[in-house]
C-alpha cells in the first residue's frame, strides 16, 4: 500500500474538537477556582462561567454523538486486540529507544489500537459520569427533598471532581503524546487541515478518487 495525504478529519469534526477543548478547558480553570484552588473572579461570576460551558459542552456532546452515528464515524473507536501490545510496548519502550511507531494510519482506522480503546473509554464512560454528575448537582434542588439526601450530594460532588482530575490527567497525557515520535507540527496539522498521511489499498484509493475527489491530495 502506498502512502497519501487524505483529509480524515471533517470539518465539523475539527470544529468539534477544538470547541471541545476550549470548553472543557474553561471547565477545569472555573471548576478548580470553585474549590478554591485560585480566585480569578467572585464566586458567583465562576459558578455562572461553570454551568454555561457545561451547558454548551452538552449540547455539543448531542451533536458530535449524532454526527458519529449518521456518518459511521463511530467505526473507529472500536477496540481491538490486533497490534494493541506492541503500540503499548512502543508508547513504553520503543518511543525512549527511537524506534519507528508500529502502527500505520488508514483510512478507515485512523486511530491506532490504544487510542480507539482510550476514546472509546472517554466517550462511554468517563464523559458520562461528568456529565450526570454534573447535572444531578445542577438540578439538586428537584431531588433534595425526596428519601436521597444531602450526604448523597457530596459523594456527587466527590466523583465529579474526581472524574475531573481524571480528565485533566488525559489532556497531560495528550498533549505530552504531542511532542513524541513526529514534531509538534505533525501531530497538530491533520486537525487544522484535516489532511493526514494515511496508507491506501488501490481499491480505497480508486474510491475516494472517483467519489470523494476532493478528500485526496494529489
Same mark, same amino acid.
Given at each position: 500500500?502506498?502512502?497519501?495525504?487524505?483529509?480524515?478529519?471533517?470539518?465539523?469534526?475539527?470544529?468539534?474538537?477544538?470547541?471541545?477543548?476550549?470548553?472543557?478547558?474553561?471547565?477545569?480553570?472555573?471548576?478548580?477556582?470553585?474549590?478554591?484552588?485560585?480566585?480569578?473572579?467572585?464566586? *458567583?461570576?465562576?459558578?455562572?462561567?461553570?454551568?454555561?460551558?457545561?451547558?454548551?459542552?452538552?449540547?455539543?456532546?448531542?451533536? /458530535?454523538?449524532? $454526527?458519529?452515528?449518521?456518518?459511521?464515524?463511530?467505526?473507529?473507536?472500536?477496540?481491538?486486540?490486533?497490534?494493541?501490545?506492541?503500540?503499548?510496548?512502543?508508547?513504553? $519502550?520503543?518511543?525512549?529507544?527511537?524506534?519507528?511507531? +508500529?502502527?500505520?494510519?488508514?483510512?478507515?482506522?485512523?486511530?491506532?489500537?490504544?487510542?480507539?480503546? /482510550?476514546?472509546?473509554?472517554?466517550?462511554?464512560?468517563?464523559? +458520562?459520569?461528568?456529565?450526570?454528575?454534573?447535572?444531578?448537582?445542577?438540578?439538586?434542588?428537584?431531588?433534595?427533598?425526596?428519601?436521597?439526601?444531602?450526604?448523597?450530594?457530596?459523594?456527587?460532588?466527590?466523583?465529579?471532581?474526581?472524574?475531573?482530575?481524571?480528565?485533566?490527567?488525559?489532556?497531560?497525557?495528550?498533549?505530552?503524546?504531542?511532542?513524541?515520535?513526529?514534531?509538534?507540527?505533525?501531530?497538530?496539522?491533520?486537525?487544522?487541515?484535516?489532511?493526514?498521511?494515511? *496508507?491506501?489499498?488501490?481499491?480505497?484509493?480508486?474510491?475516494?478518487?472517483?467519489? *470523494?475527489?476532493?478528500?485526496?491530495?494529489?
Amino acid at each position: 500500500m502506498a502512502v497519501y495525504k487524505v483529509k480524515v478529519f471533517s470539518r465539523f469534526e475539527r470544529f468539534w474538537h477544538w470547541t471541545q477543548a476550549a470548553l472543557i478547558f474553561i471547565l477545569l480553570f472555573s471548576g478548580f477556582a470553585i474549590h478554591g484552588f485560585f480566585r480569578p473572579t467572585g464566586f *458567583e461570576n465562576l459558578v455562572w462561567t461553570h454551568v454555561v460551558a457545561a451547558s454548551a459542552l452538552i449540547v455539543l456532546w448531542i451533536f /458530535a454523538i449524532f $454526527w458519529h452515528l449518521t456518518t459511521g464515524n463511530w467505526r473507529h473507536y472500536l477496540p481491538t486486540t490486533k497490534g494493541l501490545f506492541k503500540v503499548a510496548r512502543y508508547y513504553a $519502550w520503543g518511543i525512549f529507544r527511537g524506534e519507528d511507531h +508500529p502502527y500505520k494510519k488508514r483510512f478507515w482506522h485512523k486511530h491506532n489500537p490504544l487510542q480507539a480503546l /482510550a476514546y472509546l473509554g472517554l466517550k462511554l464512560f468517563l464523559f +458520562p459520569v461528568i456529565w450526570i454528575t454534573g447535572l444531578a448537582y445542577l438540578l439538586y434542588g428537584f431531588w433534595s427533598q425526596g428519601p436521597v439526601t444531602a450526604s448523597s450530594l457530596e459523594w456527587v460532588a466527590v466523583i465529579h471532581t474526581l472524574f475531573a482530575f481524571l480528565m485533566a490527567a488525559f489532556i497531560i497525557i495528550h498533549i505530552y503524546l504531542l511532542t513524541t515520535g513526529h514534531s509538534f507540527k505533525e501531530h497538530v496539522s491533520p486537525m487544522i487541515t484535516g489532511y493526514d498521511e494515511v *496508507e491506501l489499498t488501490d481499491a480505497e484509493k480508486a474510491y475516494l478518487e472517483q467519489d *470523494e475527489p476532493g478528500r485526496i491530495m494529489t
